[in-house]
T-cell receptor, first 114, second 112 residues
Framework: GENVEQHPSTLSVQEGDSAVIKCTYS??????FPWYKQELGKRPQLIID?????GEKKDQRIAVTLNKTAKHFSLHITETQPEDSAVYFC?????????????FGAGTRLAVHP | DAMVIQNPRYQVTQFGKPVTLSCSQT?????MYWYQQKSSQAPKLLFH???????NEADTPDNFQSRRPNTSFCFLDIRSPGLGDAAMYLC???????????FGPGTRLTVT
C-alpha cells in the first residue's frame, strides 16, 4: 500500500533561519500533497498543499516543492519565528485500496529558538 | 462559526465499558473520517464514510465501529475499550476524496 516517509523527525533552528522538511511517497498514483501543522493539544491545520500538475507553490514564508519523477516533496519555511514551533505532517493523497484517501507521514517536530 | 464539532472534548471511560464519540459538521461535506492519534504519533485513519458508503481500514480493530445517520453527524463506537485505546480521536471532513480535510478539535479518551 501507499507509504509516506518523512525526515527529519525533529528539527531545531534559530529564529530567522530556514527550515526544510522532506518526504517521499511510494504510490505513483498519488496526486495531492497537503502539509498540516499541529500545535500541542490542537487539531491539525492545513498550511499549504500542492497537486501533481504543479512543481512548486509558495505562500508568504512557506513553500512546497514536488518532484513527481523522484516521488519527493518538501516543505520550506523561511525566516522562521517561534510561533512556527509545532509538529508538521506531510501527506500523500491519491487512490489507494479502492478509494481516495490521505496517508500521513510520521511528523517532524520543529522547534524555533528565539 | 465552528465547522467540525466534536463532543465531548474529554471522555473518561472504564475498561470494557462501551463509549460513543460524536462528530458533527456544518460544511455539508460528503466525506467524514475518524482518526486515532496517540502521543507523538501521526493521525491513524480508522475508517471513513464516502456519502453513505462505509470504508474500514484493514488494520482497524473490530472493537471500533461507526455510524453515520445523516450527512452532518458521524459517531465512533468503541465496544469494549482497552487501556491501549486511550488516545485523541479526531474527526475530519472533506468534499470528496483526496481533498483538503477539515479537522475537529478532537476528543481525548482516557480509559481507567
Amino acid at each position: 500500500g501507499e507509504n509516506v516517509e518523512q525526515h527529519p523527525s525533529t528539527l531545531s533552528v534559530q529564529e530567522g533561519d530556514s527550515a526544510v522538511i522532506k518526504c517521499t511517497y511510494s504510490d505513483s498514483a498519488s496526486n495531492y500533497f497537503p502539509w498540516y501543522k499541529q500545535e500541542l493539544g490542537k487539531r491539525p491545520q492545513l498550511i499549504i498543499d500542492i497537486r501533481s500538475n504543479v512543481g512548486e507553490k509558495k505562500d508568504q514564508r512557506i513553500a512546497v516543492t514536488l518532484n513527481k519523477t523522484a516521488k519527493h516533496f518538501s516543505l520550506h519555511i523561511t525566516e522562521t519565528q517561534p510561533e512556527d514551533s509545532a509538529v508538521y505532517f506531510c501527506v500523500g493523497g491519491g487512490f489507494s485500496g479502492g478509494y481516495n484517501k490521505l496517508i500521513f507521514g510520521a511528523g517532524t517536530r520543529l522547534a524555533v529558538h528565539p | 462559526d465552528a465547522m467540525v464539532i466534536q463532543n465531548p472534548r474529554y471522555q473518561v471511560t472504564q475498561f470494557g465499558k462501551p463509549v460513543t464519540l460524536s462528530c458533527s459538521q456544518t460544511l455539508n461535506h460528503n466525506v467524514m473520517y475518524w482518526y486515532q492519534q496517540k502521543s507523538s504519533q501521526a493521525p491513524k485513519l480508522l475508517f471513513h464514510y464516502y456519502d453513505k458508503d462505509f470504508n474500514n481500514e484493514a488494520d482497524t480493530p473490530d472493537n471500533f465501529q461507526s455510524r453515520r445517520p445523516n450527512t452532518s453527524f458521524c459517531f465512533l463506537d468503541i465496544r469494549s475499550p482497552g487501556l491501549g485505546d486511550a488516545a485523541m480521536y479526531l474527526c475530519a471532513t472533506s468534499r470528496g476524496g483526496a481533498k483538503e480535510q477539515y479537522f475537529g478539535p478532537g476528543t481525548r479518551l482516557t480509559v481507567t
